[in-house]
């Protein structure tokens, strides 16, 4: 098992951006695929963006140019760069991979 953490989440307002973090206990970035998701109150859990062990991103329609997922393998480390933020974009985010899961973060976007 892998125990993934997130950070960077909070409040911010429309058109803002916000950085996640998601820190692995151990390495599994650089030879797993691994995932954003997010939960909104009411809705089910959706893939938001993903990053393949050689690096290939795809990305939910509703993101696309403007979040990005990045990993930096030497720090056990997968990015969410979030751009031109939306109140729609308000969920709690989980990083995953593998059958691991994070505790979750809320990105709450303000109009």
């Known amino acids: 098992q892998v125990q993934l953490v997130e950070s960077g989440g909070g409040l911010v307002q429309a058109g803002g951006s916000l950085r996640l973090s998601c820190a692995a206990s151990?390495?599994?970035?650089?030879?797993?695929?691994m995932g954003w998701y997010r939960q909104a109150p009411g809705k089910h859990r959706e893939l938001v963006a993903a990053?393949?062990?050689?690096?290939?991103?795809n990305y939910a329609d509703s993101v696309k140019g403007r979040f990005t997922i990045s990993r930096d393998n030497a720090k056990n480390t997968v990015y969410l760069q979030m751009n031109s933020l939306k109140p729609e974009d308000t969920a709690v985010y989980y990083c995953?991979?593998?059958?691991?899961w994070g505790q979750g973060i809320q990105v709450t976007v303000s109009s």
């Open positions: 995953n991979v593998m059958s691991s």
């Open positions: 151990r390495t599994v970035f650089s030879i797993n695929a």
């Open positions: 990053i393949t062990s050689g690096g290939t991103t």
